[in-house]
Nanobody, 117 residues
């Protein structure tokens, strides 16, 4: 059972930055695609960006230029650096990992990001 633990959320003022981290319980980043999603109250969960097992990175159009995804295979972490935060970025941010062989998917519990207004 793969476990994902997100951290780094908090309260941030407009224009501020946060670095979220997803810690993965096993050495799987070479065979799993990992994505960052967010869900604001009353909204559906949406993709922020992802990094494939082969290290291809994609971002949602709405987030391009403000977020950066990186991974550290040795530390088993995938980070989401967010800049120029806005109140509308307020959401719970989730980490998702999908086995490229079986498509088995795992989710973390999420970390709250609150943009003050």
């Amino acid at each position: 059972q793969v476990r994902l633990v997100e951290s780094g959320g908090g309260l941030v003022q407009p224009g501020g930055s946060l670095n979220l981290s997803c810690a993965v319980s096993e050495s799987i980043l070479g065979i799993y695609n990992v994505g960052w999603y967010r869900q604001a109250p009353g909204n559906q969960r949406e993709l922020v960006g992802s990094i494939s097992s082969g290290a291809r990175i994609d971002y949602a159009n709405s987030m391009k230029g403000r977020v950066t995804i990186s991974r550290d295979i040795g530390k088993r972490t995938v980070d989401l650096q967010m800049n120029s935060l806005k109140p509308e970025d307020t959401a719970v941010y989730f980490c998702n990992a999908q086995d490229i062989r079986t498509l088995q998917t795992y989710w973390g519990q999420g970390t709250q990001v609150t943009g003050s207004s």
